[in-house]
């Protein structure tokens, strides 16, 4: 089992920073691929970032490339994720979420995730 809390978001306005954090309980987590979803008012959760168990291949969806950046500290079974460069319509409620599997790269299917965190709200105003 492996239990998932993320930092808290917050409010910041379009082109400033927030780094997430998603600590995870459970003696699996450097076993673990995990990733980054969101889910905005109105639309389907999707793909925001992802992250091989040995932080050696990562995955962005085209709308967070170059501004945001994941990564992870297996010794503080921490997963992160800088964004940098915000806009407005990166408001959403953010999931961290870990695969059961060692997947040896990234994974971008939300299926693929067996553990999801309780999201945290980040608000961009413009």
């Known amino acids: 089992q492996v239990q998932l809390v993320e930092s808290r978001g917050g409010l910041v306005q379009a082109g400033g920073s927030l780094r997430l954090s998603c600590a995870a309980s459970g003696r699996t987590f450097g076993s673990t691929a995990m990733g980054w979803f969101r889910q905005a008012p109105g639309k389907e959760r999707e793909f925001v970032a992802a992250i091989t168990r040995s932080g050696g291949s990562t995955a962005y969806s085209d709308s967070v490339k170059g501004r945001f950046t994941i990564s992870r500290d297996n010794a503080k079974n921490t997963m992160y994720l800088q964004m940098n460069s915000l806009k407005p319509e990166d408001t959403a409620v953010y999931y961290c979420?870990?695969?059961?599997?060692?997947?040896?790269?990234?994974?971008?299917?939300?299926?693929?995730?067996?553990?999801w965190g309780q999201g945290t709200q980040v608000t961009v105003s413009s």
């Open positions: 979420a870990a695969t059961k599997l060692a997947f040896t790269t990234a994974q971008v299917e939300p299926g693929r995730y067996v553990y």
